[in-house]
């Protein structure tokens, strides 16, 4: 079954000449600060909480659920949405050559959740444990057009002092807010993570979760003997999945 990413949220974003109808929005949890919500909402505008007329500036605070509107500091400007592309995702875990290889390479780099830190103790037994994809292996093309396949074995630059998770959603398992673990973020290893790939990440989780409505959710546990083109069909957005499906166990056995 589909999910509505709306459903549940508790903070509102509108622009303060259209009050009615709201840019985005999202659920909130601990790491949510005014000054993350700030930098997400960056440009020349002013943002206040409904019926305060206070406005924002950057701070530790946590923000506060209600309504925001946002205002343009230009003379005559408006608010606009970014008109960045989301890029489908669906769960790339499925077995082949390639997974299997990166999947083995992640469990001998790391050796443990990067996000709760939990260490893992049994070599033979990574129950609980599961390598993810910060890029999604569907989309290869878009992948080289945006240059990170140069990431790969680039490690020059300045990392950032701590990159934290940032849930979207209500947050059972506690990883909110946490600091990814920094054995997967060494910058004199070519297997650790670039800052540029998870910068990307965040940018596509924002516009998939806040922007508007959010985009629909997919299901992705289809238990043995489900009828998956069937489900697939009767979701949201059936071509597109579709196609990302196909493109994904494509490029799994595609090596770049």
């Given at each position: ?69 946002i205002r343009s500091n230009s003379p005559g400007g408006t608010i ?177």
């Amino acid at each position: 079954m589909s999910f509505n990413r709306s459903r549940g949220r508790n903070v509102h974003f509108y622009s303060a000449s259209d009050p009615v109808h709201a840019l985005g929005g999202l659920i909130l949890n601990q790491s949510v600060t005014v000054k993350n919500i700030l930098i997400i909402t960056s440009g020349s505008y002013s943002v206040s909480l409904r019926g305060t007329r206070k406005i924002l500036t950057p701070s530790d605070k946590p923000l506060e659920p209600g309504h925001y509107d946002i205002r343009s500091n230009s003379p005559g400007g408006t608010i606009s949405i970014a008109d960045e592309p989301c890029v489908t995702r669906v769960y790339s875990g499925t077995e082949s050559g390639r997974t299997e290889e990166f999947r083995n390479q992640v469990r001998e780099h790391d050796g443990r959740c990067v996000i709760t830190g939990v260490v893992h103790a049994d070599a033979d037994y990574w129950y609980g444990f599961e390598a993810a994809h910060i890029f999604p292996l569907s989309d290869n093309k878009l992948f080289m057009d945006l240059g990170f396949p140069r990431l790969v074995t680039n490690r020059q630059g300045e990392h950032d002092s701590g990159i934290n998770s940032f849930a979207f959603r209500p947050d059972p398992f506690k990883v909110d807010g946490r600091v990814l673990d920094p054995i997967c973020r060494e910058s004199n290893d070519e297997r650790s993570v670039q800052d540029e790939l998870l910068r990307w990440h965040f940018c596509q989780s924002v516009l998939i979760n806040m922007r508007g409505a959010g985009e629909p959710g997919f299901e992705m546990d289809f238990p043995g003997g489900t009828d998956m083109v069937g489900e697939i069909l009767s979701g949201p957005e059936p071509a597109k999945r579709m196609e990302t499906e196909l493109s994904l166990r494509l490029n799994e056995f595609t090596w770049p």
